[in-house]
C-alpha cells in the first residue's frame, strides 16, 4: 500500500467556492458480521465505491461526500477479528490504519457480542488515533435483555461511544458528528491507554523509549506504543516494514521478556487483551439471570440436524438454482430476442437511411450490436445470483452450508463454502466466479474457480443438444447425464492434483464463527446487486465488444471473402486441424467453430450451422415500427408470465433439460444432416467432451480478471483446460476405436 | 482431554493449546485461550466440522484443529 501525499492527521482546510471547508479522512474498522457493511451502506448509499485492494482479492469500498459542510472521505476497512499479520484482511486494515493515518476511526462493534469485539477495539486503541465507537445492532441487544451502560463504557475507553441500529438508520447522525468531533481535535480525544499489567507495560516503556531515542524516523512514521507492542509480540510483518533487528537495546529487551515468560510472549498478549475486554465487559454489560433458547439455536436444532442438515441444505440449494436460473433465462431470452429483431431491423433501417455501405452494416449489427446484446443477455442471472449470493451471506446461511459440507468438499482440498459457487457453475460460470467471493481465503478462491469451468454450464446445452439428438437420439438421457458427470469426476481429480502441488504450500484452516441468523435489509441487498451488476456491464461491456468486433473481422478478411474456409477464421482453423486429429475432429469446421467458441460456448453451434448448413436470405415483410413497439413489449408480459410458471410449474431445473421446441429443432434440421456426414458416433462423443472442457469463455474469463485482479489465473485455466480437453478427448476416440466402436 | 473428545452438550475449560503460529494466533484472536469455558455444541451431519460455544458466541472449526486443544471437563 502507498502511503500518500495526504497521510497528516490534522483536519485539511480547503477553500472551495470561497469559502473554507473542513476535509477528513474516516476508516471504519470492526469484526466480520458485526453489521459494519449494513452501516456503510446506510451511510455512503449509492456514493460507495467498490474496487479492490490494490493487488488482492479482498474488496475494498470508500465513499466521498459531504456532510454537514465537511467533506467526508469514509474508508471501509475489510472485517476482522484482529489485526495479527496473518490474514491478508488484518494487513490491510492494519497497514491501512498505520500508514494512512485517517483522522478518526470508527470501530463497529456488536453489542450482543461485547467481549469478542472489545479484543479488537483494544488493538484499535493503540494506534493512537481518535476512535469513535459504535455499539450497533443495539436493538438486538436490548431484545435479549442486556442493559449495556454506554456512557460509563466512553468513561473507561476515554473514547466516544455511540449508539447505533445500522439496518434502520438509528444513531448514524449522532456517529457522524461524533466523528467530525473527534477528527477536528485530536489531542482531546487520544484514547486512553489500556494497561496491559506491569511487565508489559514496563517492556513496552522500554522499547518505546529506545525507539524514540535510536530510531525517531521509525517512531515519527508510526504510533511507538503500538510499535512497541508488536516487537514484543514476535511481530515479523513489523519487523520487515520498518528494518529493525533484534540486536542491541531491542534484542536485550525482548530476550529479557522472552526469559520471563517463555517463549509464548504472543499467547500473553492475546490473554491480556482479552481481559481487558473481559474485564470492560463486566464492569458495562447486565445480563438478565435467565437465558432463553434463542431463535438462531432453535433454527440450527433442525438446520444443522444430523439427518435433516444436509436435505434441508440440498432443497436451499434446488431453490437457489431454480430461482437464479429459472427466473433468469426468459428475461436473457427476451433481451436477445429484442436485439436480433426488433434492434437489428431498426438498424439496418437507420444505417440504409445514413446510405452506409454494406460491410459497415455488417459491422454495426454482427460485430457491435451482437457483442452489446451478448454482454446484456448476462445481466438478469448475475444480478438475479448476486442477490441470492447477499442474501445467503448475510442472513448466516452462508456460514451453515459451508458447516454442512466441509467434511465433503475438504476431501478434495476445498472449503465447505466452495460447494455453493461451484454448484451455481451449472447454472453459468460467470455469476460463479463471482459468487468465489464468500470465500476468505486466497487459496480457497483461487482453487474453487479453477474446478468452476468444469461444472457444464448452460451454454453448453446448445452443443450438447444438437449432437446428442443427432447421434444419440436413442439414449439421450444417458448421453446428457455422462456429460456432466465427466465434467464432475474430472472436477474432482483436478482438485486432488492441484491440492498436492500447486496449492500444497498453503494450508487451508477453517476456523469459521456461525453468525446468529438476521434478515438482510433491502438495502443492503440493492446495493450489492447493483454495484457488481453495474460493475460487470461497465468491465465486460468494453471487452466483449472488442472482441466480438474482432471475431467480425477474423470472419470478413480477406475483404469480401464468400467461403468461410478462405477468412482468416477458416484458416486457422486449418492450420489448428492437424492438432485435433488424434481426438477424431481434425478438420477446419470443427476447428474453426471451436475457436470461435471462445466467446461463449454456445458460438460452437451457431458458428457450425453458418459453415455447414449456410441460411439462406429469407425475404419477409418486416413488421412496422409501431408492430415491433409492441412486440417488445407483448415478449417482456410474456417473459415475466414465463419466469413465473418456470417457478411454480414442477420441481424440475428447466434451464438445465435438453428438450428443443419445435423450432428449434426445424431450424437445426439442415446442420443435423451434415453433421451426419461429417461426424460417426464416437468422433461426436469426443467432441462433446471437448467442448465440456476446453478453455473457459471469455465472459468467464472477465469475470476472473475482475475477481482475481489479473489475467494470470485465465492464462493457467487456459492451458490446463485446454491441455485436460485435448487429452480427454484423444483417449475417448482412440479408446473407443481399440475396443471397435468407431 | 482433547477438545474434540467432548460429547454435545458437555462443557470443558482449556488447560493447553498446542502448536504455534498462524493457526494458533487466529483461534487465540477468536477467543479460543488457555483457562477459556468451551460448550460442544453439534457435530456436522457428516462428522466433521465442530461447533462450540466460546465467549457466548458459536465457532466451528475442524477436528483435525480441534484435536490441538485440550479441555478437562467442567460440569
Not at chain 1, 517 to 544: E, N
Not at chain 1, 677 to 704: D, E, K, N, R
Not at chain 2, 14 to 40: F, N, S
Amino acid at each position: 500500500m502507498s502511503t500518500s501525499a495526504n497521510s497528516t492527521s490534522q483536519v485539511h482546510a480547503v477553500h472551495a467556492h470561497g469559502k473554507i471547508k473542513k476535509q477528513i479522512t474516516i476508516a471504519v474498522a470492526g469484526n466480520p458480521n458485526s453489521g459494519k457493511s449494513t452501516l456503510i451502506n446506510a451511510i455512503a448509499g449509492t456514493r460507495l465505491h467498490v474496487g479492490n485492494w490494490a493487488g488482492v482479492t479482498v474488496g475494498k469500498k470508500s465513499a466521498f461526500f459531504e456532510y454537514e459542510g465537511t467533506s467526508i472521505t469514509i474508508a471501509d476497512l475489510p472485517g476482522t477479528y484482529s489485526l495479527s499479520p496473518y490474514s491478508q484482511e488484518e494487513i490491510i486494515a492494519r497497514d491501512y490504519l498505520v500508514h494512512e493515518k485517517p483522522d478518526v476511526i470508527i470501530d463497529v462493534v456488536d453489542a450482543t457480542n461485547l467481549e469478542r469485539n472489545l479484543y479488537l477495539t483494544t488493538q484499535i486503541m493503540e494506534l493512537g488515533i481518535p476512535v469513535v465507537l459504535a455499539l450497533n445492532i443495539y436493538d438486538e441487544a436490548e431484545n435479549k435483555g442486556f442493559k449495556i451502560d454506554f456512557a460509563k463504557m466512553a468513561g473507561i475507553l476515554g473514547i466516544k461511544v455511540v449508539r447505533t441500529i445500522a439496518t434502520r438508520k438509528t444513531g448514524l447522525d449522532d456517529l457522524m458528528r461524533a466523528a467530525i468531533a473527534c477528527a477536528e481535535n485530536p489531542a482531546a480525544h487520544a484514547p486512553k491507554r489500556l494497561n496491559y499489567g506491569g511487565d508489559i507495560e514496563a517492556s513496552a516503556k522500554i522499547l518505546e523509549d529506545h525507539l524514540r531515542q535510536d530510531h525517531p524516523s521509525v517512531a515519527a512514521a508510526m504510533p511507538p506504543r503500538w510499535l512497541a507492542l508488536k516487537l514484543m509480540e514476535g511481530d515479523t510483518h513489523v519487523l520487515e516494514k520498518t528494518g529493525l533487528d533484534e540486536s542491541g537495546l531491542l534484542g536485550k529487551t525482548l530476550r529479557h521478556l522472552r526469559a520471563a515468560h517463555g517463549e509464548d510472549i504472543e499467547s500473553i498478549m492475546a490473554d491480556a487483551r482479552y481481559a481487558q475486554a473481559a474485564g470492560l465487559t463486566r464492569e458495562v454489560l447486565k445480563k438478565p439471570d435467565i437465558r432463553k433458547l434463542e431463535l438462531t439455536e432453535k433454527i440450527d436444532k433442525i438446520a444443522l440436524n444430523r439427518f435433516l442438515g444436509i436435505p434441508i441444505f440440498l432443497a436451499a440449494m434446488w431453490l437457489v438454482f431454480k430461482l437464479a436460473f429459472d427466473v433468469s433465462a426468459p428475461f436473457s431470452d427476451w433481451i436477445d430476442g429484442v436485439r436480433s429483431g426488433p434492434l437489428t431491423r431498426w438498424a439496418g433501417v437507420l444505417l440504409n437511411a445514413l446510405h452506409a455501405p454494406a460491410w459497415l452494416g455488417s459491422l454495426a449489427i454482427d460485430g457491435v450490436l451482437s457483442g452489446a446484446g451478448f454482454v446484456l443477455v448476462f445481466v438478469p442471472v448475475i444480478s438475479l445470483i448476486m442477490f441470492l449470493i447477499t442474501f445467503l451471506e448475510g442472513s448466516g446461511y452462508m456460514a451453515r452450508a459451508a458447516f454442512v459440507m466441509d467434511r465433503l468438499m475438504h476431501s478434495i482440498g476445498l472449503h465447505g463454502k466452495s460447494f455453493i459457487p461451484m454448484l451455481l457453475g451449472f447454472g453459468c460460470n460467470v455469476p460463479a466466479i463471482y459468487a468465489t467471493r464468500v470465500l476468505e481465503s486466497e487459496r480457497d478462491k483461487k482453487l474453487t474457480a479453477f474446478l468452476i469451468p468444469l461444472m457444464s454450464c448452460g451454454a453448453r446445452l446448445p452443443v450438447y443438444v444438437v449432437f446428442i439428438g443427432t447421434f444419440f437420439a436413442a439414449n439421450s438421457g444417458t448421453a446428457l447425464w455422462s456429460m456432466y458427470v465427466l465434467g464432475i469426476v474430472i472436477a474432482i481429480l483436478i482438485g486432488l492434483l492441484l491440492k498436492a502441488t500447486m496449492f500444497k504450500k498453503e494450508a487451508p484452516v477453517f476456523i469459521m464463527e456461525l453468525p446468529p441468523y438476521r434478515m438482510p435489509t433491502g438495502r443492503d441487498l440493492m446495493i450489492h446487486t447493483w454495484q457488481k451488476t453495474k460493475h460487470f456491464v461497465v468491465k465486460a461491456g468494453t471487452v466483449i465488444l472488442a472482441m466480438s468486433v474482432l471475431v467480425w473481422f477474423l470472419l470478413n478478411i480477406p475483404w469480401g471473402v464468400q467461403n468461410k474456409k478462405d477468412s482468416l477464421m477458416g484458416r486457422m482453423g486449418q492450420d489448428a486441424a492437424p492438432v485435433l486429429e488424434p481426438a477424431g475432429f481434425g478438420n477446419w469446421q470443427a476447428a474453426s467453430s471451436l475457436m470461435a467458441g471462445v466467446m461463449a460456448k454456445e458460438i460452437v453451434v451457431g458458428t457450425m450451422a453458418e459453415i455447414y448448413a449456410p441460411k439462406k436470405e429469407e425475404k419477409k415483410d418486416a413488421p412496422s415500427f409501431a408492430e415491433d413497439l409492441k412486440g417488445i413489449g407483448t415478449s417482456f408480459i410474456q417473459a415475466v408470465k414465463e419466469a413465473g410458471s418456470n417457478v411454480f410449474g414442477g420441481l424440475g431445473i428447466k434451464s438445465l433439460s435438453s428438450s428443443e421446441s419445435p423450432e428449434e429443432k426445424a431450424g437445426h434440421a439442415p446442420l443435423r444432416h451434415a453433421l451426419l456426414g461429417a461426424f460417426t458416433p464416437l468422433q461426436a462423443y469426443a467432441f462433446m467432451a471437448f467442448v465440456l472442457l476446453y478453455w473457459p469463455c471469455l465472459i468467464t474469463a472477465i469475470a476472473m480478471k475482475q475477481e482475481f485482479g489479473s489475467w494470470k489465473i485465465y492464462g493457467q485455466a487456459v492451458l490446463i483446460h485446454s491441455a485436460l480437453a485435448w487429452t480427454v478427448a484423444v483417449l475417448i476416440f482412440q479408446g473407443g476405436k481399440f475396443l471397435g466402436l468407431g | 482431554m482433547k477438545l474434540s473428545a467432548l460429547k454435545c452438550g458437555q462443557k470443558g475449560r482449556i488447560t493447553k493449546m498446542d502448536g504455534a503460529g498462524p493457526l494458533k494466533r487466529r483461534l487465540m484472536d477468536m477467543g479460543v485461550l488457555v483457562g477459556e469455558e468451551v460448550k460442544m455444541e453439534k457435530v456436522a451431519p457428516l462428522g466433521d466440522p465442530l461447533e462450540v460455544t466460546i465467549k457466548s458466541y458459536k465457532l466451528s472449526l475442524r477436528k483435525k484443529e480441534a484435536d490441538g486443544i485440550l479441555v478437562e471437563v467442567v460440569a
